[in-house]
């Protein structure tokens, strides 16, 4: 299945572990479409109606829903996992879902671990 960069589709999730969603869901595929085009994978968000608001999730409207986008979630997964398309969300949602990603990725002061110029990122644990 070919899909773009917000695209919302039905993905199967299961098998899983742990805390992870277990159920066929509505997705949001925000993975770029160079990506998109040219691997077998894709990178989503489950989006949810239940749960609440968190700094984590951004609330837009899908087909006449208010939804959530639940960043918190991310998976990438072999596109044989998406059922079908069911649309897209409008562009203000997908440039709201990537500025939260910008902000949740972004490096922190006072957290240990890599900042700019400390050299390569190393694993606990893990020596020279």
């Known amino acids: ?3 773009s960069r917000g695209d919302v589709c039905l993905v199967s999730l299961g ?15 925000f993975s770029p479409n160079e990506m998109n085009r ?3 994978t894709a990178t989503i968000a489950p989006m949810t109606t239940r749960g609440r608001p ?3 999730r951004t609330a837009c409207r899908f087909q006449g829903r208010n939804v959530q986008v639940v960043l918190d979630r991310l998976r990438t997964l072999d596109k044989a996992r998406l059922v079908r398309s069911l649309g897209a969300i ?3 949602t997908m440039t709201d ?8 990725c ?3 002061q006072g957290i240990t671990g890599r900042s700019s110029g400390s050299g390569p990122l190393r694993c606990r644990g ?3």
């Open 1 to 3: 299945m070919g899909v």
């Open 15 to 29: 098998p899983t572990l742990g805390s992870e969603s277990k159920k066929t869901c509505h997705c949001l595929v």
């Open 38 to 40: 040219h691997i077998k």
């Open 54 to 56: 968190h700094h984590s």
């Open 90 to 92: 409008n562009r203000k």
């Open 97 to 104: 879902v990537l500025g939260l990603l910008q902000e949740m």
């Open 106 to 108: 972004a490096p922190q």
């Open 126 to 128: 893990e020596t020279r």
